[in-house]
């Protein structure tokens, strides 16, 4: 049972323009949400975070939107640059530090 | 640069043989995550320690193991290694959860390969 879904295995972007990623959840209790960004042969980086009681957090070009109602979370890139190039995975948290992670989404930026 | 490291970067071994991978985890850190991450698949969440004792438990098959020694480094053990079993392995640490502090930061991964 795939609790964390992101149904998007791709998505193209020109530099400069937004990229949104999204991410499905099942679970209402999740009480917080992460991205994570990977490149190839490299661990997963934490991007940036919200908890359940917001509905938005941004940092810089990034900002992530949560619809509880909807479970639906998103991230918006603004602008996208090539170097955003990446596998973004989100990831949801219970009451524990256990993460619950999405199959991911590549993000390619072309010029 | 995370601060975790883990060794080695690859290990290739044959099918029923055991490896170890190891894992230390960012200074100051207590807890350590180990997570699987088979071909074009989401990272699976293996075991927790906490300061030397395990902490939570997912899929983790038994033939599968895991300890955090005092200082505070960890081990995963892999015995009777199947093809399936081929993988990327993280590890992540993190400081303890204070007030909705649940960032855990990984390790560049061990990619083993069964044959």
């Known amino acids: 049972d795939q609790q964390v879904k992101q149904n998007s295995p791709s998505l193209s972007v020109q530099e400069g323009r937004i990229s949104i990623l999204n991410c499905d959840y099942t679970?209402?209790?999740?009480?917080?949400f992460l991205w994570y960004k990977k490149y190839p042969a490299e661990g997963p980086t934490f991007l940036i975070s919200i908890s359940s009681i917001k509905d938005k957090n941004e940092d810089g070009r990034f900002t992530v939107f949560l619809n509880k109602s909807a479970k639906h979370l998103s991230l918006h890139i603004v602008p996208s640059q090539p170097g955003d190039s990446a596998v973004y995975f989100c990831?949801?948290?219970?009451?524990?530090?256990?993460?619950?992670f999405g199959t991911g989404t590549r993000l390619q930026v072309f010029p | 640069d995370s601060g975790v490291t883990q060794t080695p970067k690859h290990l290739i071994t044959a099918t029923g043989q055991r490896v170890t991978l190891r894992c230390s985890p960012r200074s100051g850190d207590l807890s350590v995550y180990w997570y699987q991450q088979s071909l074009d698949q989401g990272l699976q969440f293996l075991i927790q320690?906490?300061?030397?004792?395990?902490?939570a438990k997912g899929n983790i098959l038994e033939r599968f193991s895991a300890q955090q020694f005092p200082d505070l480094h960890s081990e995963l053990n892999l015995s009777s290694l199947e093809l399936g079993d081929s993988a990327l392995y993280f590890c992540a640490s993190s400081v303890e959860r204070i007030a909705g502090a649940h960032e855990q930061y990984f390790g560049p991964g061990t990619r083993l390969t069964v044959t």
């Open positions: 679970n209402s209790m999740f009480d917080y």
């Open positions: 320690y906490y300061n030397g004792e395990e902490r």
């Open positions: 990831a949801a948290s219970l009451n524990t530090d256990k993460l619950i």
